[in-house]
């Protein structure tokens, strides 16, 4: 399942899409940890896969929760998108 | 001086139903589905996995509350009691808050799982215009959800925004759709960004000399390209199925089908019930389940 997290409004369009089938193979979920926020929680999704979710309460602040690892200038890669092994998650802005 | 009561324009019909032809005490298996959204609360009862009755109510103060509501509505129409049910499912806004719930399920599943029973299995794309919400979903032939989105931020685009501008024209809401199509040339969208904005631009249109009808064709404009960007973004493969309250807006819909290019499959089913309608199957699947006879889930 490809799962987008997050909104549009009229700032733009600010998604962290997952992809459940890569991300249900991941033992260890590493992106909850290595994200500075808390911007991820581990879920059992309706169909019995444990996998990487949004939290909630984050779900709506995704521009401002992700800021600090998205600087004006260069870009590093992002924590989260770095530490995931099977390349499940990517941000649409 | 006494003061008329204000209509409530916005207010749509509650109701509740049940198929005259079958009676509960005949199933081997009794499942509730109860969807507690942002607007509106439905209770559904499945009788073996097929659609028995259901019941629509506004959501109240409380999730608990709208719940008792919505099962009261279906209980009175079909005499069933909660100790006949063997199995509830809980989904939507309020679905954490229900503690006669055996089991909360999220809306884009039950969505998924209520739209491939009214649409069938070849429903492919399902678009959940909600009161609050709005969602883009994409299944497979058994309704299982293989990509979705949902954008809750803003209330341009939903059920919610529709009520304000209803209350605004002071045109009751079920007939914002016929109306819409009421004009002389189709409209520019008003703002699609904010229903704030949106009343306010739909106000400066009336003060510009627009009919109520043109303004409604403008803000059913703005709705459809809003949620067709959605759609774009999950991709929309036919068949395309649209649930939810805004589903019984004409105006809205065809505007959607013309953006996209795409028809929704028409239904002979309310699908303001598919949420809880999926919850329900989903309760019929998993009581099986829990009973040694293993569905899909």
Redesign the interface.
């Known amino acids: 399942m490809i799962a987008h997290y997050g909104y549009q409004d009229a700032e733009g369009e600010f998604f962290i899409t997952i992809d459940t089938d890569r991300c249900g193979r991941c033992d260890g979920k590493p992106c909850v940890a290595a994200c500075p926020r808390g911007v991820f929680t581990v879920e059992e999704d309706p169909y019995g896969d444990t996998v990487v979710a949004v939290d909630d309460r984050r779900r709506k602040r995704l521009r401002y929760e992700c800021a600090g690892c998205k600087p004006a200038g260069d870009r590093p890669s992002l924590p989260c998108v770095r530490a995931c092994p099977w390349g499940a998650m990517t941000h649409s802005w | 001086m006494m003061m008329a009561p204000r209509q409530e324009y916005w207010r749509w019909a509650e109701g509740s139903w049940a198929d005259p032809d079958r009676h509960w005490k005949d199933a081997r298996v009794v499942t509730l589905g109860i969807d507690v959204g942002s607007v509106s609360s439905e209770a559904v009862v499945c009788l073996d996995g097929e659609l028995y009755a259901f019941s629509t109510v506004r959501t109240a103060a409380g999730s608990v509350e709208s719940a008792e509501n919505a099962m009261k509505g279906v209980f009175e129409r079909t005499g069933l009691r909660f100790d006949d049910i063997h199995y509830v499912v809980g989904t939507g806004y309020g679905r954490v808050n229900l503690p006669f719930a055996h089991k909360a ?2 809306e ?2 039950c969505h998924g799982r209520g739209a491939n029973y009214m649409g069938g299995p070849s429903v492919r794309t399902i678009l959940d215009m909600g009161g609050q919400d709005c969602k883009a979903i ?1 299944v497979d032939e058994r309704g ?11 209330a341009a685009g939903t059920g919610r925004g529709m009520e304000v501008i209803a209350d605004l024209l002071e045109v009751p809401i079920e007939e914002l759709g016929p109306r819409s199509f009421d004009i002389d040339e189709e409209p520019a969208a008003v703002s699609d ?2 229903v704030v904005f949106a009343k306010s631009e739909a106000m400066a249109r009336l003060k510009d000399g627009w009919s109520k009808n043109k303004v409604i064709a403008a803000y059913c404009r703005a709705m459809a390209e809003r949620v067709a ?2 759609l774009q ?2 991709g929309v493969e036919p068949e395309f199925f649209i649930t939810g309250g805004i589903s019984k807006n004409i105006g809205v819909v065809r505007r959607i089908e013309e953006i996209i290019g795409v028809k929704a499959l028409p239904t002979p089913y309310d699908t303001q019930i598919a949420g809880a309608l999926g919850a329900a199957l ?1 309760a019929h699947a998993l009581y099986l389940k829990a009973r040694g006879k293993p569905q899909a ?1």
């Open positions: 399920i999220t884009i599943a994409r299982k959800v293989t990509n979705f989105l949902m954008n809750d931020k803003c960004v904010c960007a959605l973004r999950v989903f889930a």
